[in-house]
């Protein structure tokens, strides 16, 4: 377990000691954040380490917490002076990165990182406007309402003024330009919305953040992934060869239940599961990945869209997901990728198993590809 530098410091402190100091105030308080309930001290003061630092599901609290103190710092500097507003995201910066093993919810342990943030605000003598430039850059919202004409000028700066096209293009654009002061070394200094109205960003960006498979692709996902039923009920199976675990036998490696969900330690399932108890399960399991869609997308989704990415995440696994050119694709669609010329040829790429192509993986991206398109 890797405790950060500045809470190992609090922990080691003499003040420490004393429960009525700041020392021991603020470490507690850092240690039930990064450590909810996972941290013990054996009768020497020692810290005992676990085989895991923390659950996934506690793993979410812990960087919502952190995410939550750089947003509250954020909103305490917000300031506007002389009619500007400044942006004051634009000075958050890591201060630290906290490597922790996390119980995944199919029972591996799982190396991930807590990202500790810090809001770093210049002086004001950094931030004197002499030397200073405007500049304009065209925002707009990617999704199949986005015209031609709006997708080629989405992203570009205007030094000048007059160069600006004529906003806006077309009727219902929802376009929006953003007018950035910079300073002399090219830094935003401040900026504001220069014409139109800016759509609620933070609005789009919760509905995204809040997303998670709809019942129809959760449907379409344990089609996917098949089960096995004995009298009505989901039994245990061998993941390799699909046939029922014999209740006297001990469990083999890779026994599953239910719609693909592997058997961890302590979980009993040998009289079988309901229907709802084999959903519950899978809702669980898929968790991680309708997180990756949600970390690693930064555009609008659709709901067939994000439950066709987020069956895709499930299958090929998070990280393969997150590096994968379907993200860089969707993310950008103006992407030249010599190797996948296209969104669709990366995603049906994912059809091999072992370096040979799979029948079933390649059926499997198809009905996903037509999900993603409804």
């Known amino acids: 377990m890797k405790i950060p530098i500045f809470l190992r410091n609090l922990l080691q402190s003499n003040n420490y000691w004393n ?110 406007p002499e030397g200073s430039q405007t500049v304009w850059v065209w925002y707009g919202v990617h999704d199949e309402l986005l015209c031609p004409i709006c997708r080629k000028i989405i992203g570009k700066i205007f030094t000048n003024e007059t160069d600006i096209p004529k906003f806006p293009i077309h009727p219902n654009c929802r376009c929006w330009i953003e007018e950035r002061e910079l300073d002399n070394n090219g830094k935003p200094i401040s900026s504001k919305v220069y014409k139109g109205q800016k759509p609620d960003n933070k609005t789009d960006k919760n509905e995204t953040q809040d997303m998670k498979m709809s019942d129809n692709g959760v449907n379409i996902l344990k089609r996917f992934e098949g089960s096995v039923k004995l009298g009505g009920k989901h ?109 669709e040829s990366a995603w049906k790429t994912w059809n091999k198993s072992g370096g040979y192509v799979m029948t079933g993986l390649s059926n499997r991206r198809n009905e996903e590809w037509n999900m993603f398109n409804n």
């Not at 507003?85 to 910066?93: A, G, K, M, T």
């Open 235 to 343: 039994v245990i199976y061998d993941d390799k060869t699909g046939k029922p675990v014999n209740t006297n036998e001990p469990l083999p490696k890779g026994a599953t239940i239910g719609y693909g969900h592997l058997v961890k330690s302590g979980e009993y399932f040998r009289n079988g599961i309901s229907e709802t108890k084999a959903t519950e399960l899978l809702r669980s399991d898929i968790a991680t990945a309708e997180r990756a869609v949600r970390d690693n997308i930064t555009v609008p989704l659709s709901q067939n869209q994000f439950d066709a990415l987020t069956s895709l995440a499930y299958n090929i696994g998070t990280k393969n997901f997150a590096d994968s050119t379907v993200v860089k694709y969707i993310n950008n669609p103006d992407l030249k990728d010599t190797t996948y010329p296209t969104l």
């Open 19 to 128: 429960k009525n100091s700041v020392e021991f105030e603020k470490a507690n308080e850092y240690l039930e954040k990064l450590f909810p309930g996972e941290l013990r001290q054996d009768a020497t003061g020692q810290y005992i380490e676990p085989e895991y630092d923390m659950t996934y599901e506690q793993f979410l609290t812990a960087q919502k917490k952190l995410d939550d103190d750089i947003q509250n710092a954020i909103q305490e500097a917000e300031v506007e002076e002389n009619g500007i507003s400044i942006d004051f995201s634009q000075f958050v910066e890591v201060e630290e990165e906290i490597d922790v093993r996390v119980l995944m919810p199919w029972g591996d342990i799982q190396n991930e990182k807590l990202i500790v943030y810090t809001l770093s605000v210049p002086d004001d003598s950094d931030t004197e």
